[in-house]
C-alpha cells in the first residue's frame, strides 16, 4: 500500500496538518500535480460541506428501469436513439431541486452530465446525442441547474461517465457495452479527444463548478485513460474544481477526493471497493434512496429516514461527505418518497448541523454504538445504537470541561476513568436516531 494511505483516526487540527502535509508530499511525489491554493482552500470547503445531493437524471428516465437499461435490457444504439423523442421534462424547476437540497441540508450537488448511455445533457457542439438537439424539451438542462445553483449559491459538480455505450470510437471495448450494435473498430484517441472537449465545454460554459466525478473508468482498468492529460486541463480551466473518480481503486496523481460507491470508507460491503484503501484526500461516500440510482418505478425499497441520517452521521464520523441520491422522472419533477425523506432529514440537519458541517472525523474510533466529530475543541459524541445507561469512550485527547445534550443544552453527567471518559447517558426519546452530546475540551495547548 502506498505510504500515503494510511488509516487515520486524528484530531480535527491534527487531520488538517496531515491532510496539507500529505497533500504537498503526494504532490511532489508526483512530480507533475501540485494543488493550487484554490484547490486546496476548495477542500477545506469540500470537507465542511459533509452533504450532497447526487442527481442521476438522462433519457434513460424515461423507461422507469434505472441508468443501466441500454446494456441489461439490452437495447442497442438503433433502438436507444428512439429514447430521447419521448424526454420531454415539462415539469423540470430547477428552483425546486435546489430548493429541496438546500432545506435537506445539503451544501453541493452533482448530476450526470453524461452517463454512461453517452447521452449529454448538456449543449454539446462536439456530438448532436445531446439534450438541446435530441429532445422534444430542446434545454440545456445542465445549463438550467447551474444557472439556478449560482443563483441560489450552491456548488454543482458534474458527474462525467469516461464509459460510453454509445460512441464508436470507445474502443477496444471494456467489460460492459457489448450488445450495442456499434461496429468492431474504433479510434481510442479519437475518444479521448472527445471526452476532454466535452469537458472543456462543461468547465468553460456553465460558470465555476465545483469539480468532476468521474465514473466509468473500471469499464477499461487496463486502458491509458491519458488521466494526466484530463486532470490538468480541468485544473488549467479552472483551478479550484476538484476531481474525483469513481474507478475503485486508491486515487490516481490528480484526483482531490476519493470517493466510495454505496460504503463507508474502508468498507468492503458492495465489492465495489476492494482494492480500495482510505486516502488523505477529502472523502465521499454515495449511496441511493432506494436500491437505484436512475428513476426505477418499481423500486420501492425506501430506506427510512432514520438510516439515512444515521448514514450521514456515520460518514462524518468517518470523515466523509455524504452524496445521496435522487433519480428525477421524466417529466422533471423528484419523487414524493424521496422528497420526503429529503424534507424529513432537513429537520434534522436544521437542529443538529452543527454537530457535523465543518467537523472532522473525531478522535473516538467509531464502533457499532455511533461515533464522534470534532470541530476545534468541541468533540459531538454521536450514539446511534446504544441501549445502555452508560457509554465508556476512549481517545479523548483533553481534559473535558463539560458535556451537554445538543437536544436541549441539558448537562450530561460524565466521569474520567483511566485511559478515558465515561458518559452517563441521557434518555433517548421515542423515535431519536441521534443522542447527540457535545463536549468542551480544554483548549489544546500550543
Ligand atoms: O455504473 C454506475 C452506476 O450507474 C452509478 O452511476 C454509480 C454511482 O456511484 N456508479 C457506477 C457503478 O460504479
Redesign the pocket.
Known amino acids: 500500500m502506498n505510504a500515503h494511505f494510511r488509516f487515520r483516526s486524528v484530531s480535527f487540527a491534527a487531520a488538517i496538518v496531515c491532510a496539507m502535509l500529505a497533500t504537498f508530499t503526494s504532490a511532489s511525489a508526483q512530480e507533475t500535480y501540485t494543488p493550487t491554493p484554490e484547490n486546496l482552500r476548495a477542500r477545506v470547503w469540500f470537507q465542511d460541506a459533509k452533504f450532497g445531493l447526487?442527481i442521476?437524471w438522462g433519457v434513460y428516465s424515461v423507461l422507469g428501469d434505472?441508468?443501466?437499461i441500454m446494456e441489461t435490457r439490452p437495447i442497442n444504439r438503433t433502438g436507444y436513439a428512439k429514447l430521447p423523442a419521448f424526454f420531454n421534462p415539462t415539469k423540470f424547476d430547477p428552483a425546486a431541486w435546489v430548493t429541496l437540497a438546500k432545506a435537506a441540508g445539503m451544501k453541493y450537488i452533482t448530476i450526470?452530465s453524461k452517463?454512461?448511455d453517452g447521452f449529454a445533457m448538456f449543449n454539446s457542439k462536439l456530438t448532436d446525442w445531446n439534450v438541446v438537439a435530441r429532445t422534444p424539451y430542446g434545454k440545456d438542462v445542465i445549463g438550467m441547474l447551474a444557472a439556478e445553483c449560482h443563483k441560489q449559491g450552491i456548488k454543482l459538480f458534474v458527474?462525467h461517465?469516461q464509459l460510453d455505450w454509445h460512441s464508436q470510437d470507445y474502443f477496444p471495448r471494456g467489460r460492459t457495452g457489448h450488445r450495442t450494435g456499434r461496429p468492431d473498430s474504433g479510434n481510442w484517441d479519437a475518444y479521448l479527444n472527445f471526452m476532454d472537449g466535452q469537458l472543456r465545454e462543461l468547465f468553460t460554459n456553465y460558470g465555476e463548478l465545483g469539480g468532476v466525478w468521474f465514473?466509468?473508468m473500471?469499464d477499461k482498468p487496463d486502458a491509458d485513460w491519458h488521466l494526466e492529460r484530463t486532470y490538468a486541463m480541468i485544473h488549467q480551466l479552472q483551478p479550484q474544481a476538484l476531481v474525483g473518480s469513481?474507478h475503485?481503486k486508491n486515487p490516481f496523481p490528480g484526483e482531490d477526493f476519493q470517493m466510495f460507491?454505496?460504503d463507508l470508507p474502508g468498507g468492503h460491503t458492495t465489492g465495489?471497493n476492494a482494492e480500495q484503501g482510505v486516502s488523505v484526500l477529502p472523502l465521499e461516500t454515495?449511496e441511493t434512496m432506494n436500491n437505484s440510482?436512475?428513476f426505477n418505478i418499481t423500486d420501492d425499497r425506501y430506506k427510512s429516514t432514520a438510516d439515512l441520517i444515521r448514514y450521514l452521521v456515520r460518514a462524518a464520523g468517518m470523515n466523509a461527505n455524504f452524496l445521496l441520491?435522487v433519480g428525477p422522472m421524466p417529466n422533471g419533477e423528484i419523487q414524493p418518497e424521496f422528497v420526503q425523506r429529503l424534507t424529513e432529514i432537513g429537520k434534522w440537519t436544521k437542529q443538529y448541523g452543527d454537530s457535523i458541517y465543518g467537523a472532522r472525523g473525531g478522535p473516538v474510533a467509531a464502533g457499532p454504538w455511533g461515533v464522534t466529530t470534532q470541530r476545534g475543541s468541541t468533540v459531538y459524541v454521536h450514539v446511534l445504537d446504544w441501549n445502555q445507561p452508560v457509554l465508556a469512550l476512549a481517545g479523548i485527547p483533553r481534559a473535558v470541561r463539560s458535556a451537554r445534550l445538543l437536544r436541549d443544552g441539558s448537562s450530561v453527567e460524565f466521569s474520567t476513568v483511566k485511559g478515558g471518559l465515561v458518559l452517563k447517558l441521557p434518555e433517548a426519546q421515542p423515535e431519536e436516531v441521534d443522542r447527540v452530546m457535545a463536549l468542551e475540551l480544554e483548549p489544546a495547548k500550543l
Open positions: 447526487f442521476h434505472g441508468e443501466w450526470t452517463h454512461h458527474y461517465s465514473d466509468g473500471w469513481n475503485h460507491e454505496k465495489f454515495c440510482w436512475g441520491n
